[in-house]
């Protein structure tokens, strides 16, 4: 059992704040916290919301300090982390710590990437599915982390969303385009990213191609979910395509799981298999039926 801490990144209330979690179990982060002087209205759900000027003294108590990916790997690992999609707080420094990692100085890309997720037509691809894309990569990666040309594909995938399949991967893929290179990152990258991002439009992946598994993979990974959650993803995905009559929507959500199920496999990554295969064809059959 070991409690860890990561990085004040976390800008609120004019300081920068670090999460105080625990690998084993809620007794021993409250414990930790209560002998440390922590008070319990810091405590959100999972974790304790810490202030940078407590940083040092935590760890000179025993806290462990990690990055924050490491930190969430570890928070996913105990079985204690709560879901994105059941938190009511923005998801805004949450992303914003990740994009740090990634791009750090471009707050302008940031900003207008975080208003595209957040346009109010999104009910199922907002904010929360982009977490939890980046969240399945970590899963499916650790320890070594994903590639930044994978993480920024899962930042652009979804950018353009209108539900027009097909086309709203062109235009993210081009938006990628356009953006990273503003940004100055190298050719090769960009072309990349927008590669990537245009392999989530039918999720097939070449053999070989350890990217677009990784990212095909994480895209679906909501399909391996529990049957509750299952059910919220099915709902909301209705809700984006409020604008489509019943009939027509059923129809052609009986082709997308007709398709899903026809994939051959429908997860690449040999984690991905052990994580979410036969909950996803469990889900996607009942649905079809």
Same mark, same amino acid.
């Given at each position: 059992m070991?409690?860890y801490l990561d990085p004040?990144?976390w800008?609120?209330h004019?300081t920068?704040?670090?999460h105080l979690?625990?690998d084993?179990s809620l007794?021993?982060l409250?414990a930790?916290?209560a002998?440390?002087?922590i008070p319990?209205?810091?405590?959100?759900?999972?974790?304790?919301?810490v202030?940078?000027?407590r940083?040092?003294d935590l760890v000179a108590?025993?806290a462990?300090?990690?990055?924050?990916?490491?930190l969430?790997r570890?928070?996913?690992a105990?079985?204690?982390?709560?879901?994105a999609r059941?938190?009511n707080?923005s998801l805004?420094?949450?992303?914003?710590?990740?994009?740090n990692?990634?791009m750090?100085?471009h707050?302008?890309?940031?900003l207008?990437?975080?208003?595209?997720?957040s346009?109010p037509? #999104? /009910?199922y691809?907002g904010?929360t599915?982009l977490?939890?894309?980046?969240? *399945?990569? +970590? !899963?499916?990666?650790?320890p070594a982390?994903?590639?930044r040309?994978?993480?920024?594909?899962?930042?652009?995938?979804?950018a353009v969303y209108?539900?027009?399949?097909?086309?709203?991967?062109?235009?993210s893929a081009r938006?990628a385009?356009?953006r990273?290179t503003?940004?100055g990152?190298?050719?090769q990258?960009?072309?990349e990213v927008?590669?990537?991002v245009?392999?989530t439009s039918?999720?097939?992946?070449?053999?070989?191609?350890?990217d677009?598994t990784?990212?095909c993979?994480?895209d679906l990974?909501?399909l391996?979910g529990g049957?509750?959650?299952?059910?919220?993803?099915?709902?909301?995905?209705?809700?984006?395509?409020?604008?489509?009559?019943?009939a027509?929507?059923?129809a052609g959500r009986a082709?997308?799981v #007709? /398709?899903?199920?026809d994939?051959?496999?429908?997860?690449h990554?040999?984690? *991905?298999? +052990? !994580?979410w295969?036969d909950a996803a064809h469990?889900n996607?059959?009942g649905?079809l039926?």
């Open positions: 070991a409690i004040p990144l800008p609120a004019g920068n704040f670090s979690v625990s084993a007794e021993e409250h930790f916290a002998a440390a002087g319990e209205r810091a405590f959100d759900g999972d974790h304790y919301d202030p940078e000027r940083f040092d108590a025993g462990v300090p990690v990055e924050a990916r490491v969430v570890k928070l996913i105990s079985g204690l982390r709560i879901p059941q938190r707080k805004k420094v949450p992303l914003l710590n990740r994009w990692t990634i750090a100085g707050d302008a890309l940031f207008d990437l975080l208003d595209r997720w346009e037509h #999104r /009910h691809h904010c599915h977490l939890s894309v980046l969240e *399945a990569l +970590d !899963l499916l990666t650790e982390g994903p590639p040309t994978v993480l920024l594909a899962a930042w652009f995938h979804d209108r539900g027009a399949a097909g086309q709203d991967e062109e235009e938006l385009e356009d990273l503003h940004a990152l190298p050719e990258e960009v072309d927008a590669r990537l245009r392999l039918d999720h097939r992946p070449e053999p070989g191609d350890t677009g990784l990212l993979d994480a990974s909501i391996g049957p509750e959650e299952y059910a919220r993803y099915v709902a909301a995905v209705r809700k984006d395509y409020a604008h489509i009559g019943d027509d929507f059923a082709a997308v #007709r /398709h899903l199920l994939l051959d496999p429908l997860f990554h040999p984690r *991905a298999r +052990d !994580l295969q469990r996607l059959e649905e039926a």
